[in-house]
């Protein structure tokens, strides 16, 4: 079970964390993915099982993903956020042993529900 958390309304240039708490099955990869209105769902970021992690260019540089083996989460840090940063953000799980993870929705067999994160002033 994935549960997102974290979202909310914040300025352009602002930060904001989003967090995936992670549940039940054993998880390798885990990936973010967001969708603004009106626009197809694309991915963001994913780690995976011995934390490789890979960024879309558009948000390379700004955001950081992380294990938070303590509590069981993986969470986005969002820096410099744009506008255009604005969506429902969902994290994705694969299941087994993953290596190196993509930002393709194909083998994530898990989602959660999402959070809406609004970038506006």
């Known amino acids: 079970q994935l549960v997102e958390s974290g979202g909310g309304l914040v300025q352009p240039g602002g930060s904001l964390t989003v967090s995936c708490a992670v549940s039940?099955?054993?998880?390798?990869?885990i990936g973010w993915f967001r969708q603004a209105p009106g626009k197809e769902r694309e991915g963001v970021a994913c780690i995976s099982s011995n934390e490789n992690t890979f960024y879309v260019d558009s948000v390379k540089g700004r955001f950081t993903i992380s294990r938070d083996y303590a509590k069981n989460t993986v969470n986005l840090q969002m820096n410099s956020l744009k506008p255009e940063d604005t969506g429902v953000y969902y994290c994705?799980?694969?299941?087994?042993?993953?290596?190196?993870?993509?930002?393709?929705?194909?083998?994530?067999?898990?989602w959660g529900q999402g959070t809406q994160v609004t970038v506006s002033s």
């Open positions: 039940g099955s054993h998880y390798g990869g």
């Open positions: 994705a799980a694969e299941s087994g042993f993953v290596q190196f993870c993509a930002v393709v929705a194909g083998p994530y067999a898990s």
